[in-house]
């Protein structure tokens, strides 16, 4: 992933940071999910995304103090999961 990737993505994000969770548009507000799916961000995009800021910023710990970040370990299999909850209570709303 290159600065241009995670610029891109910031620049879609923010599309709904705007639209949806600041700034509340006035056309998207009776249709919140347009929002979303204009902004073109998929799961894969907010996973690639998340893991190559993590990696980075692991990178850049390690050069400032000399030792590797501890942290618990997550593999993140249990965002299929929760996204299945989240689609069906959306539905229900």
């Given at each position: 992933m290159t600065l241009a990737d995670v610029r891109d993505?910031?620049?879609?994000?923010r599309a709904i940071r705007n639209k949806a969770l600041v700034h509340i548009d006035k056309?998207?507000?009776?249709?919140?999910?347009?929002?979303?799916?204009?902004?073109g961000i998929k799961n894969s995009d907010v996973d690639k995304t998340i893991r190559a800021l993590w990696a980075a910023m692991q990178d850049l710990y390690q050069t400032a103090l000399g030792q590797a970040y501890r942290r618990d370990s997550y593999s993140g299999a249990d965002i299929t999961l929760l996204e299945k909850c989240r689609n069906e209570i959306s539905q229900r709303a």
């Open positions: 993505f910031s620049r879609r994000l056309a998207g507000v009776f249709d919140p999910r347009k929002i979303y799916k204009d902004a």
